[in-house]
T-cell receptor
Protein backbone atom coordinates (compact mmCIF):
# COMPACT_ATOMS: atom_id res chain seq x y z
CA UNK A 1 0.00 0.00 0.00
CA UNK A 2 1.67 3.24 -1.14
CA UNK A 3 -1.11 5.67 -0.38
CA UNK A 4 -2.07 8.23 2.20
CA UNK A 5 -5.84 8.21 2.68
CA UNK A 6 -7.66 11.28 3.94
CA UNK A 7 -11.27 11.52 5.04
CA UNK A 8 -13.56 13.23 4.47
CA UNK A 9 -12.75 14.65 1.03
CA UNK A 10 -15.04 17.62 1.59
CA UNK A 11 -16.25 19.21 4.82
CA UNK A 12 -18.50 22.17 5.48
CA UNK A 13 -18.69 23.30 9.08
CA UNK A 14 -20.08 26.19 11.06
CA UNK A 15 -17.92 28.35 13.26
CA UNK A 16 -19.29 26.71 16.42
CA UNK A 17 -18.88 23.12 15.22
CA UNK A 18 -16.34 20.53 16.26
CA UNK A 19 -15.09 18.24 13.53
CA UNK A 20 -12.08 16.03 12.83
CA UNK A 21 -10.00 15.29 9.77
CA UNK A 22 -8.49 11.82 9.50
CA UNK A 23 -5.39 10.54 7.76
CA UNK A 24 -4.12 6.97 7.44
CA UNK A 25 -1.05 5.35 5.90
CA UNK A 26 0.34 1.82 5.90
CA UNK A 27 3.76 2.39 4.40
CA UNK A 28 5.58 2.10 7.71
CA UNK A 29 6.39 5.80 7.70
CA UNK A 30 7.05 7.12 11.19
CA UNK A 31 6.77 10.83 10.32
CA UNK A 32 3.40 12.36 9.51
CA UNK A 33 2.44 15.90 8.64
CA UNK A 34 -0.41 18.34 8.27
CA UNK A 35 -0.16 21.07 5.65
CA UNK A 36 -2.63 23.85 4.86
CA UNK A 37 -3.06 25.12 1.32
CA UNK A 38 -5.06 28.21 0.49
CA UNK A 39 -6.30 28.73 -3.05
CA UNK A 40 -3.58 29.60 -5.54
CA UNK A 41 -0.91 29.27 -2.83
CA UNK A 42 1.71 26.65 -1.96
CA UNK A 43 1.20 24.28 0.95
CA UNK A 44 2.34 25.53 4.34
CA UNK A 45 3.46 23.25 7.15
CA UNK A 46 1.29 23.11 10.25
CA UNK A 47 2.44 20.13 12.30
CA UNK A 48 5.04 17.37 12.22
CA UNK A 49 4.78 14.12 14.15
CA UNK A 50 7.79 11.86 14.51
CA UNK A 51 7.35 8.45 16.15
CA UNK A 52 3.89 9.57 17.26
CA UNK A 53 5.26 12.61 19.08
CA UNK A 54 4.71 16.21 18.04
CA UNK A 55 8.04 17.60 16.87
CA UNK A 56 6.93 20.79 15.11
CA UNK A 57 4.03 23.14 15.64
CA UNK A 58 4.38 26.07 13.24
CA UNK A 59 2.61 28.51 15.57
CA UNK A 60 -0.77 27.16 14.57
CA UNK A 61 -3.80 28.58 16.48
CA UNK A 62 -5.14 26.35 19.24
CA UNK A 63 -8.43 25.89 17.39
CA UNK A 64 -6.45 23.28 15.42
CA UNK A 65 -5.50 20.31 17.59
CA UNK A 66 -3.48 17.45 16.11
CA UNK A 67 -3.40 13.91 17.41
CA UNK A 68 -1.36 10.86 16.43
CA UNK A 69 -2.94 7.85 18.17
CA UNK A 70 -0.66 5.30 16.50
CA UNK A 71 1.97 5.01 13.80
CA UNK A 72 -0.61 4.74 11.00
CA UNK A 73 -3.14 7.39 11.98
CA UNK A 74 -3.10 11.16 12.19
CA UNK A 75 -6.06 13.31 13.15
CA UNK A 76 -6.68 17.03 13.07
CA UNK A 77 -9.39 18.19 15.46
CA UNK A 78 -11.14 21.42 14.55
CA UNK A 79 -13.07 23.69 16.88
CA UNK A 80 -14.37 27.24 16.62
CA UNK A 81 -12.82 27.83 13.22
CA UNK A 82 -13.02 31.06 11.29
CA UNK A 83 -14.01 31.53 7.64
CA UNK A 84 -10.37 32.32 6.81
CA UNK A 85 -9.50 28.76 7.84
CA UNK A 86 -11.23 27.50 4.72
CA UNK A 87 -8.56 25.69 2.71
CA UNK A 88 -7.32 22.35 1.43
CA UNK A 89 -5.78 20.39 4.31
CA UNK A 90 -3.15 17.94 3.18
CA UNK A 91 -1.77 15.05 5.15
CA UNK A 92 1.59 13.50 4.28
CA UNK A 93 3.95 10.87 5.54
CA UNK A 94 7.64 10.09 5.13
CA UNK A 95 10.57 8.25 6.58
CA UNK A 96 11.86 10.00 9.67
CA UNK A 97 15.42 10.27 8.44
CA UNK A 98 16.82 10.89 5.00
CA UNK A 99 18.34 8.31 2.75
CA UNK A 100 17.15 6.60 -0.35
CA UNK A 101 13.48 7.01 0.32
CA UNK A 102 13.57 10.65 1.29
CA UNK A 103 10.38 12.28 0.18
CA UNK A 104 6.81 12.73 1.17
CA UNK A 105 3.71 10.92 0.07
CA UNK A 106 0.73 13.25 0.15
CA UNK A 107 -2.92 12.43 0.51
CA UNK A 108 -5.48 13.98 -1.82
CA UNK A 109 -6.60 16.38 0.89
CA UNK A 110 -9.75 17.51 2.66
CA UNK A 111 -11.42 20.57 1.21
CA UNK A 112 -12.69 22.49 4.25
CA UNK A 113 -15.23 25.28 4.07
CA UNK A 114 -16.08 27.23 7.23
CA UNK A 115 -19.38 29.07 7.11
CA UNK B 1 16.11 29.19 6.78
CA UNK B 2 15.49 27.58 3.44
CA UNK B 3 13.54 29.21 0.64
CA UNK B 4 12.52 28.46 -2.94
CA UNK B 5 11.85 30.81 -5.82
CA UNK B 6 9.88 29.91 -8.90
CA UNK B 7 10.13 33.01 -11.08
CA UNK B 8 7.46 32.00 -13.60
CA UNK B 9 3.91 32.19 -12.29
CA UNK B 10 2.33 31.09 -15.57
CA UNK B 11 3.77 29.28 -18.58
CA UNK B 12 1.96 28.35 -21.78
CA UNK B 13 3.41 25.86 -24.24
CA UNK B 14 2.08 24.07 -27.29
CA UNK B 15 1.53 20.35 -27.11
CA UNK B 16 4.65 18.56 -28.31
CA UNK B 17 6.93 21.46 -27.46
CA UNK B 18 9.70 21.24 -24.90
CA UNK B 19 9.29 22.59 -21.39
CA UNK B 20 11.57 24.03 -18.74
CA UNK B 21 10.31 25.25 -15.36
CA UNK B 22 12.75 27.23 -13.29
CA UNK B 23 13.51 26.78 -9.61
CA UNK B 24 16.11 28.50 -7.44
CA UNK B 25 16.68 27.58 -3.83
CA UNK B 26 18.42 28.98 -0.80
CA UNK B 27 19.75 26.56 1.77
CA UNK B 28 22.88 26.49 3.91
CA UNK B 29 23.76 22.83 3.46
CA UNK B 30 23.35 20.19 0.78
CA UNK B 31 19.72 20.53 -0.19
CA UNK B 32 17.09 17.90 -0.63
CA UNK B 33 15.10 19.06 -3.66
CA UNK B 34 11.77 17.98 -5.04
CA UNK B 35 9.33 18.69 -7.81
CA UNK B 36 5.63 18.05 -7.20
CA UNK B 37 2.65 18.36 -9.53
CA UNK B 38 -0.88 19.23 -8.46
CA UNK B 39 -4.02 19.00 -10.55
CA UNK B 40 -6.98 21.19 -9.54
CA UNK B 41 -8.51 20.14 -6.23
CA UNK B 42 -6.05 17.28 -5.84
CA UNK B 43 -3.13 16.44 -3.61
CA UNK B 44 0.50 16.64 -4.65
CA UNK B 45 2.24 13.96 -6.67
CA UNK B 46 6.00 13.59 -6.47
CA UNK B 47 7.64 13.88 -9.89
CA UNK B 48 11.27 13.49 -8.83
CA UNK B 49 13.72 14.19 -6.04
CA UNK B 50 17.40 14.90 -5.55
CA UNK B 51 19.57 14.52 -2.49
CA UNK B 52 22.95 13.24 -3.71
CA UNK B 53 24.74 11.60 -6.59
CA UNK B 54 24.02 12.18 -10.25
CA UNK B 55 22.92 15.76 -10.76
CA UNK B 56 20.54 14.82 -13.57
CA UNK B 57 17.51 13.17 -12.06
CA UNK B 58 14.90 11.21 -13.95
CA UNK B 59 11.31 11.21 -12.75
CA UNK B 60 7.91 9.95 -13.67
CA UNK B 61 5.88 10.99 -16.72
CA UNK B 62 9.02 11.71 -18.74
CA UNK B 63 10.23 14.58 -16.55
CA UNK B 64 13.82 15.22 -15.56
CA UNK B 65 15.58 17.86 -13.49
CA UNK B 66 19.17 19.01 -13.21
CA UNK B 67 20.76 20.14 -9.96
CA UNK B 68 23.29 22.94 -10.43
CA UNK B 69 24.95 23.86 -7.16
CA UNK B 70 26.83 26.83 -8.65
CA UNK B 71 23.55 28.39 -9.76
CA UNK B 72 21.44 27.18 -6.81
CA UNK B 73 19.00 25.85 -9.36
CA UNK B 74 16.93 22.73 -9.89
CA UNK B 75 15.08 23.24 -13.17
CA UNK B 76 12.46 20.80 -14.40
CA UNK B 77 12.41 19.75 -18.05
CA UNK B 78 10.36 17.66 -20.42
CA UNK B 79 11.25 17.20 -24.09
CA UNK B 80 7.68 16.94 -25.38
CA UNK B 81 4.68 18.17 -23.41
CA UNK B 82 1.32 16.41 -23.47
CA UNK B 83 -2.03 18.12 -22.90
CA UNK B 84 -2.41 16.09 -19.69
CA UNK B 85 0.65 17.83 -18.22
CA UNK B 86 -1.38 20.99 -17.64
CA UNK B 87 -1.29 21.51 -13.87
CA UNK B 88 0.44 23.44 -11.08
CA UNK B 89 4.07 22.55 -10.48
CA UNK B 90 5.79 23.13 -7.17
CA UNK B 91 9.50 23.03 -6.44
CA UNK B 92 10.39 22.32 -2.81
CA UNK B 93 13.44 22.10 -0.58
CA UNK B 94 13.51 19.73 2.38
CA UNK B 95 15.32 19.92 5.68
CA UNK B 96 15.56 17.47 8.52
CA UNK B 97 14.16 19.00 11.68
CA UNK B 98 15.08 18.57 15.32
CA UNK B 99 13.01 15.83 16.87
CA UNK B 100 12.64 13.96 13.62
CA UNK B 101 10.75 14.44 10.42
CA UNK B 102 11.42 16.66 7.48
CA UNK B 103 10.08 20.11 6.65
CA UNK B 104 9.29 20.92 3.05
CA UNK B 105 9.34 24.53 1.96
CA UNK B 106 7.57 25.13 -1.32
CA UNK B 107 7.98 27.71 -4.01
CA UNK B 108 4.94 29.69 -5.09
CA UNK B 109 4.29 27.35 -7.98
CA UNK B 110 4.14 27.59 -11.78
CA UNK B 111 0.83 27.13 -13.54
CA UNK B 112 1.37 25.26 -16.80
CA UNK B 113 -1.13 25.63 -19.62
CA UNK B 114 -0.84 23.43 -22.71
CA UNK B 115 -2.26 24.62 -26.01
CA UNK B 116 -3.49 21.99 -28.42
Amino acid sequence: DTEVTQTPKHLVMGMTNKKSLKCEQHMGHRAMYWYKQKAKKPPELMFVYSYEKLSINESVPSRFSPECPNSSLLNLHLHALQPEDSALYLCASSQVLGGGDYGYTFGSGTRLTVV
Amino acid sequence: AQSVTQPDIHITVSEGASLELRCNYSYGATPYLFWYVQSPGQGLQLLLKYFSGDTLVQGIKGFEAEFKRSQSSFNLRKPSVHWSDAAEYFCAVGAVVTGGGNKLTFGTGTQLKVEL
